[in-house]
């Protein structure tokens, strides 16, 4: 079974008639609660969200009145998917996926498992051709993993990003929420780890270093970007009660 991503909430609410952020008024009361403990940021990629899933299930082919003669086959098959099930991945990038993920190269895995990342590069988003060296073409990068029920944690990510040959979202550093915001509005000093590396990054995303859940099951984990501080016409903050 291959399970959607979960919406990642920015920090603040947004004012519904200015469309800014309200600085101050969190989205959520956990991101206020634990907004000076550690989270681990990592870059945040401008793209689109994609999933590949390796089923690996097993399916009864003959049965006979004895339960020591059941016989199954193992059936196998690699799906990819975006943000929903309805979502649509441009031609190109799919073409992308297959080379990078034939059905193969999970052969050497026990479990099924749901690799959740980012499609990216050239014609994907605007200005996507800056992540790639030559503007030209398109990648996967890697920022999550599901076995099950499962979140894997960062060194299980690397280590089976490494077995199908494919990057992880880099890691910006461990960091507070006040020090990731202050931090985003000097993003000129922050440039992206990809392409030609002369541009700043988009933003942070950002997970506590110990991660954790709320109430109704849903991961906490958020965004920050850098249009949400800076740049001609682009969305500012609403001063609030914080200084952050």
Request: charged share 30%; glycine share 8%; net charge positive.
């Amino acid at each position: 079974m291959s399970y959607e991503y979960y919406k990642i909430d920015s920090i603040f609410k947004c004012d519904p008639d200015t469309k800014m952020f309200i600085e101050g008024s969190f989205s959520i009361p956990e991101f206020e609660y634990i907004f000076d403990n550690l989270w681990v940021a990592t870059e945040k990629i401008d793209g689109t969200n994609i999933r590949v899933t390796f089923n690996k299930d097993a399916q009864l082919n003959s049965l006979d009145l004895n339960p020591s003669m059941l016989s199954f086959d193992s059936v196998k098959s690699i799906r990819f998917g975006g943000k929903t099930d309805k979502a649509q991945i441009p031609p190109y990038l799919s073409a992308k996926l297959q080379e990078l993920f034939p059905l193969e190269k999970f052969e050497q895995f026990d479990n099924g498992m749901t690799l959740y990342g980012e499609g990216f590069g050239e014609k994907i988003q605007k200005g996507g051709g800056k992540y790639m060296p030559n503007g030209k073409g398109c990648y996967f990068i890697l920022f999550d993993v599901r076995v099950g029920n499962w979140w894997l944690k960062r060194e299980y990510v690397e280590q089976i990003a490494d077995k199908l040959g494919i990057k992880v979202v880099p890691i910006i550093g461990v960091m507070t929420l006040r020090e990731a915001l202050e931090t985003i509005k000097l993003k000129d000093h922050i440039t992206s780890s990809f392409g030609n590396k002369d541009f700043p990054i988009e933003g942070f995303v950002l997970k506590p270093k110990i991660e954790l859940f709320s109430r109704n099951g849903q991961r906490i984990i958020t965004k920050i970007k850098y249009v949400d501080f800076k740049g001609k016409d682009k969305k500012r903050i609403k001063k609030g009660d914080i200084n952050a």
